[in-house]
């Protein structure tokens, strides 16, 4: 459940907040309005990760588990890396990384506990109910309640355990055997349940006004691995974006790359970095073709719905390559595009995949001049080039640099370089 202010409590089951609601009350102030809650501007939901933070596993779980709608799970490695669940992972991994450095669930309980207010810096932390139970009864921390949002319940089990090992005789095996009936009677449950532990036929007392509600449905426990990947995603969110990318598909992309082309290892890795990507981002493609300008429109930028996404996801597989290598006039008319459409909501960037030579000087001029007349720090938009190949390109350097963009020349007989670095740029 969640730790929070004996108010918020309150406020939350009154706007019967769901998993799947946390990570837009996070970071926007208009869903806890329209949910009751703008008292607390947002949610204010710390994450902490490290030892003894198991409960922010449990609640990632939890919110993937609704966000993808797979009612009691458990989740799956491919549920796990859904655009669906990266997004609202990464949501609330984004709104946790403004509320500062904290500490263990314990630590950043007690600091919870200390201002339990709408002006603390934190308003909210997953804990296992038993934890903040005890703290409350123990007296560490005061004007708490606890919060489990609606839908399937992660819940943590304390299992007795029969032992079963080569090294164990009939004799220890016994022994374990009766410890475990030991422990399964009412004067022993009666122990655990005292310690806020619920059993199979009690629950705890009530501690303060943390409520104990009923479980109806538990969330089954997902496997390591797809633990190690929410952990990853929360140290390491996926933010949304604005990209305009501008793809080479001059002849020179047929160029054998590893198991097959230079534009087919773009692809590739364009899928992966599509499938990564936040359904909050908004994307679209130049690319070169036969026109008077040299280019045209691919994809047009506009937000990653599935069907952009698969759009953006297929657009290379059957394109047509030209003989023509208008780099700069196209980076130029892409460039001035996403300043002119700029999107205050977001980082906002060009990037360019290229790997033939532009001889044409006077569009180099042209593009430092567009960058010349249109950077601004009231509307910055980086360039960010991807060079295939083992060549570097003075314009498209000074380019980058010019836009606090960066320049990578990426070789591509491991494809898997060109993806990594993909995704990064897109995410």
Known sequence: MLAVPTDLGRALTTATVRWQDLPRLQNDPAAMRESGLDIWGTLALALPTGTETHATTLALEAVTAATTGIGAGPVTLEQAATP????????????????????????????????????????????IEQQLHRALTDGQVRGLTGHLPIGVAPVVDFPTAVVDAPWVDETLARAAAEFTDYARRPEQ?????????????????????????????????ADPTVDDVLVALRLAPVSPRKVTMVVD???SMGTSAGDGTRLTATAGALREAMRRASINSVMGMYVFADTPEGHRVAVIRDGLTAAKRAAMSSILDDI????????????????????????????????????????????????????????????????????????????????????????????????????????????
């Open 84 to 127: 669906a669940a990266i997004t609202a992972v990464s949501t609330l991994a984004l709104g946790a990384d403004t509320l500062g450095a904290v500490g263990t669930t314990a630590d950043t309980l007690a600091a919870l506990g200390a201002h339990p207010d709408t002006a603390a810096p934190i308003h909210a932390v997953p804990v």
């Open 189 to 221: 449950a009666g122990i655990l349940t005292a310690h806020g532990f619920r059993t199979a036929d009690a629950v705890p007392e009530p501690a303060g006004e943390l409520p104990l509600p009923r479980v109806d449905t538990v969330l089954a426990p």
């Open 249 to 251: 598909t001059s002849t």
């Open 320 to 427: 047509d390559l030209v003989d023509r290598e208008p780099v700069y006039a196209t980076l130029t008319a892409a460039y001035r595009d996403a300043v002119d459409n700029y999107d205050p909501g977001r980082p906002n960037s060009v990037l360019v995949v290229v790997d033939s030579d532009d001889p044409d000087e006077a569009a180099a001029r042209d593009l430092r001049a567009a960058i010349d007349e249109l950077s601004s720090p009231e509307t910055p938009v980086r360039i960010d080039v991807v060079v295939l190949g083992d060549r570097t390109d003075p314009v498209l350097e000074q380019a980058a640099e010019a836009t606090d963009g960066s320049l990578t020349v990426v070789d591509t007989t491991d494809p898997a370089d060109l993806t990594d670095l993909l995704r990064k740029l897109t995410s």
